[in-house]
């Protein structure tokens, strides 16, 4: 829970501040302070104390940021920095002040499902998946839309496994993107719409490719709490009980670095589960995107809604990360997430997504 305390606490804090201006992806991309952690909680300090007014300068400011808890993470007094920021854009959307970015991402949400108002497919055709098994599977938006090889790869999987599994009739989103967005109602009423169909399917796991929702279930948003009834797995934690059930072709001779969502990194903690599903694949420890690894990995340009809002500051974003990556001579980025993946698809570095990995090595 952000508290008002939280808030001025971090507004407080963070508007003298330099302390993680080397650990933010914006500053260190746009070099301007303007889009700094510090000017930030100046920014809005300066509305706080009625010298400035919420406005278009204002949401420039507040929706150029990832959201991705790096300057929390660095940060010696671990200062919400994130929350402070989306807390501001509510504020923004409340006053009309959003980029029309962002009303028109919840429409999308509200009439197709997914925030690119792309039509969906027929996800049971698709994904092989029956109804009121033990198993569902939640796919994600991403998935669905812009990395159906991640659907496909999960049903070879499940398949060699002998595992059966079901799909919900109707995903949708789980409403994380449109709360780091402002739209605070709208996200918790999506996660609530999400969690009660989950419910509803009997299933007592959850398996998920897809971070945002991973950490939606388990960990949370706001004031929408995580979710209640079956387990929750993201898929290296299912793939890591079972890799030893599985054959596996002789590993491709490449240099493998694994890339960590921000998710995963930092808010719903899943390191140590994919890097040993790369190990038990190729025989090597995947690579390290260092330093800017594990709970200090770098965003790939999908979170916080830059993608929606300053789509070119995304792409920015997802060059210098397969740069990271490319510098330590990887040859193949295995992400840990769809959106991850898609993202850093097509700069230059051959991008598998962790289950789409054991898929083409099966
Ligand atoms: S998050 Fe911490 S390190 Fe970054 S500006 Fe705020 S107080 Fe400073």
């Given at each position: 829970?952000?508290?008002?305390?939280?808030?001025l606490?971090?507004i407080?804090?963070c508007?003298?501040?330099?302390?993680?201006?080397?650990?933010?992806?914006?500053?260190?991309?746009?070099?301007?302070?303007?889009?700094?952690?510090?000017?930030?909680?100046?920014?809005?300090?300066?509305?706080?104390?009625?010298?400035?007014?919420?406005?278009?300068?204002?949401?420039?400011?507040m929706?150029?940021?990832?959201?991705?808890?790096?300057?929390?993470?660095v940060?010696?007094?671990?200062?919400?920095?994130?929350?402070?920021?989306?807390?501001?854009?509510?504020?923004?959307?409340?006053?009309?002040y959003?980029?029309?970015?962002?009303?028109?991402?919840?429409?999308?949400?509200?009439?197709?499902?997914?925030?690119?108002?792309?039509?969906?497919?027929?996800?049971?055709?698709?994904?092989?998946?029956?109804?009121?098994?033990?198993?569902?599977?939640?796919?994600?938006?991403?998935a669905?839309?812009?990395?159906?090889?991640?659907?496909?790869?999960?049903n070879?999987?499940?398949?060699?496994?002998?595992?059966?599994?079901?799909?919900?009739?109707?995903?949708?989103?789980?409403?994380?993107?449109?709360?780091?967005?402002?739209?605070?109602?709208?996200?918790?009423?999506?996660?609530?719409?999400?969690?009660?169909?989950?419910?509803?399917?009997?299933?007592?796991?959850?398996?998920?490719?897809?971070?945002?929702?991973?950490?939606?279930?388990?960990v949370?948003?706001?004031?929408?709490?995580?979710?209640?009834?079956?387990?929750?797995?993201?898929?290296?934690?299912?793939?890591?009980?079972?890799?030893?059930?599985?054959?596996?072709?002789?590993?491709?001779?490449?240099?493998?670095?694994?890339?960590?969502?921000?998710a995963?990194?930092?808010?719903?903690?899943?390191?140590?589960?994919?890097?040993?599903?790369?190990?038990?694949?190729?025989?090597?420890?995947?690579?390290?995107?260092?330093?800017?690894?594990?709970?200090?990995?770098?965003?790939?340009?999908?979170?916080?809604?830059?993608?929606?809002?300053?789509?070119?500051?995304?792409?920015?974003?997802?060059?210098?990360?397969?740069?990271?990556?490319?510098?330590?001579?990887?040859?193949?980025?295995?992400?840990?997430?769809?959106?991850?993946?898609?993202?850093?698809?097509?700069?230059?570095?051959?991008?598998?997504?962790?289950?789409?990995?054991?898929?083409?090595?099966?």
């Amino acid at each position: 829970m952000f508290t008002e305390t939280d808030r001025l606490t971090a507004i407080h804090s963070c508007r003298s501040c330099p302390m993680c201006h080397h650990a933010d992806l914006v500053t260190t991309i746009e070099r301007r302070e303007t889009y700094s952690a510090r000017a930030r909680g100046l920014t809005l300090f300066a509305v706080e104390q009625g010298v400035s007014e919420l406005g278009a300068e204002t949401a420039d400011v507040m929706y150029r940021f990832f959201v991705d808890g790096l300057c929390r993470q660095v940060c010696a007094g671990h200062i919400p920095h994130d929350d402070m920021v989306v807390d501001a854009r509510r504020r923004l959307v409340a006053a009309g002040y959003a980029p029309p970015t962002v009303s028109r991402v919840k429409a999308n949400i509200a009439a197709t499902g997914n925030p690119w108002g792309e039509p969906e497919p027929d996800l049971r055709a698709l994904s092989g998946g029956g109804s009121r098994q033990n198993v569902l599977l939640y796919f994600g938006p991403t998935a669905r839309i812009k990395r159906v090889g991640v659907i496909q790869a999960l049903n070879r999987i499940l398949e060699k496994l002998g595992i059966g599994f079901s799909v919900l009739n109707d995903e949708r989103d789980p409403g994380l993107l449109l709360h780091q967005l402002g739209e605070w109602e709208s996200g918790a009423a999506a996660a609530q719409v999400l969690a009660e169909r989950i419910v509803r399917s009997g299933a007592d796991t959850l398996i998920t490719p897809d971070a945002e929702a991973y950490q939606t279930f388990k960990v949370g948003f706001g004031e929408t709490p995580a979710l209640a009834g079956p387990a929750v797995l993201q898929v290296s934690e299912f793939l890591e009980k079972c890799v030893g059930q599985l054959q596996f072709k002789r590993p491709k001779q490449q240099q493998i670095a694994y890339h960590d969502p921000c998710a995963f990194a930092r808010t719903a903690t899943c390191l140590d589960p994919p890097r040993a599903i790369v190990r038990a694949i190729s025989g090597a420890d995947p690579l390290e995107i260092g330093p800017w690894t594990r709970e200090l990995a770098n965003c790939s340009g999908e979170c916080g809604g830059v993608s929606f809002t300053v789509p070119l500051l995304a792409i920015h974003a997802a060059e210098r990360r397969v740069q990271e990556a490319k510098a330590t001579g990887a040859e193949l980025i295995v992400a840990g997430s769809s959106a991850a993946a898609a993202m850093l698809e097509g700069h230059g570095l051959e991008v598998l997504e962790l289950s789409e990995f054991v898929a083409q090595a099966l």
